[in-house]
């Protein structure tokens, strides 16, 4: 998509001749020369696509598929990706910014260090989480790791302890956050967030009935927290990563930001440029990062979840009676395999189209960081995330209803306590794991998944989406 330049500031797409600034020449640009040392063949081909909105998809399944001969490859992929991403992009920050001042706010709860999770208007603990996380695996909801890690969470005195770390929370209202979490659990958290009044009494008001801390970034002043609070990545990305970099450690820098179409890609780069900024003024061991990948992107699997997919493909009973008469009629196009048959690692691409290329890039910058970070000896937790009803989700009407009717298709979609307290869990095993390579970027990313069932379903999952969507209207919220 083209558009003109309408005096953005900080992080910008270039400009072309004609001064409109092109994020499908940027994607495409960024894709090639991300293939173009291990996929020349790929490279040419994303290079030569005419129409990126709409071809797009086969360009970011070919980024995995080259990376997947070894680690190496992988590794290069991201490496390139990433200095095309920040080579290309345009950053102008402006004359220098009054620093920051931190405000905090010393919650007054008791600490809750006890694993419990929100589930189906219950609060599940010990042998009852225990039993939900068993029916996950049993139901292909999740891979079999994530019970591993749960186990040692719940087993492991200690685990939920956040003492001696400032969690840095990068999109710090987002409903897929931990900050909730890791306020019950006593951290110390520092927030970034847009600079927009609402987000921060709600911020504010948690953290007082906590038993953590708040660490608010604000410009001084005398009016009121909420009003000073808060700063804009985008145009302002320097000033942020300057009071990140002052702040107590070890940190931890969790990255949750969401934007709608390309500012989805300006906000994640910038959040990239700080993590960067901040890592190059501190050890390597000072600092932890930790991302959530979106389950509706393209990842290789491993061959047991395959497996899994081509036996639900064979027991499917209710849908055998209409697999057939579908199939023709769509010309093959609906319930189609989600695999072939002993692929190992598989291809997963649960890719929503209507999400967009500029969702995909945001979330493959994320990936490649994640990749790299940890061949740099940096403590990274990556963990792919079940699809989810947030706000950003239920306002589209269609992928609201194909959630509501996706568990006829054996995938679960999950509430965002569930999905927020869940993957807090899973950062904090990480981090008192150390979080160790299984030794290829597919594998790191495969480890401890809660893909909601998108990897072990029958079917395509683009092949059942609009089926879904039929069956999940009235039910839609």
């Known amino acids: 998509m083209a558009g003109p330049d309408r005096d953005q500031r900080g992080i910008t797409f270039p400009a072309g001749a004609d001064g409109r600034r092109s994020t499908s020449a940027f994607g495409r640009t960024v894709v090639a020369d991300a293939l173009a040392g291990i996929d020349p063949v790929g490279a040419a081909a994303a290079n030569r696509e005419t129409n990126w909105r709409q071809g797009y998809l086969e360009h970011f399944r070919r980024l995995v598929e080259a990376g997947l001969p070894s680690a190496d490859a992988a590794l ?70 994530v019970r591993d890690a749960v186990e040692q969470v719940l087993h492991t005195r200690g685990s939920l302890d956040p003492h001696g770390r400032t969690f840095v929370v990068l999109g710090a209202g987002a409903e897929m956050g931990p900050l909730r979490a890791l306020l019950r659990w006593g951290a110390t958290v520092a927030a970034i967030d847009l600079p927009r009044p609402d987000i921060w009494r ?75 900024r901040v890592r190059g003024q501190r050890p390597t061991d000072d600092v932890a990062l930790a991302f959530l990948a979106t389950p509706t992107d393209v990842f290789a699997v491993p061959g047991e979840a395959v497996a899994a997919s081509v036996r639900n493909y064979a027991e499917r009973r209710t849908s055998k009676l209409l697999r057939v008469p579908l199939r023709t009629l769509t010309g093959g196009r609906l319930l189609q395999r989600n695999y072939r048959p002993g692929e190992d690692p598989g291809i997963n691409d649960s890719v929503v189209l209507q999400q967009g290329p500029n969702y995909l890039l945001a979330k493959r910058l994320q990936r490649w960081r994640a990749a790299t970070a940890r061949a740099e000896g940096t403590l990274v937790s990556f963990k792919v ?88 209207f009235g039910s839609a919220r």
């Open 76 to 145: 290069r992929i991201a490496t390139d990706g990433l200095g095309s991403i920040h080579r290309n992009l345009e950053v102008d920050t402006g004359p220098p910014d009054q620093p920051l001042v931190t405000e905090v706010i010393a919650g007054t709860g008791d600490p809750d260090n006890a694993l419990t999770l929100p589930y189906r208007g219950s609060r599940l603990a010990g042998d009852d989480l225990r039993r939900r996380v068993d029916l996950w695996v049993e139901g292909g909801v999740v891979e079999p790791t």
């Open 385 to 472: 995330a079940p699809p989810t009803r947030t706000r950003s989700v239920v306002k589209n009407r269609a992928l609201a209803a194909a959630y509501a009717g996706a568990h006829r298709f054996g995938i679960e979609v999950f509430e965002p306590g569930t999905s927020n307290t869940l993957m807090a869990a899973l950062l904090m095993h990480d981090l008192s794991t150390g979080s160790p390579t299984r030794g290829h970027t597919w594998q790191d990313e495969a480890y401890a998944a809660v893909h909601g069932g998108l990897w072990r379903a029958a079917y395509d999952p683009r092949s059942a989406l609009g089926l879904a969507a039929i069956l999940g």
């Open 202 to 276: 709600r911020l504010v008001d948690e953290a007082q009935a906590s038993p953590g801390r708040l660490l608010v970034p604000a410009r001084p002043g005398e009016e009121p927290l909420e009003q000073r609070a808060g700063v804009n990545l985008i145009e302002e990305v320097g000033r942020a990563a300057d009071w990140v970099a002052d702040l107590p450690g070890p940190i931890v820098i969790g990255n949750y930001v969401y934007a709608d179409g390309a500012t989805n890609v300006r906000v994640s780069a910038a959040v990239d440029l700080l993590t960067q």
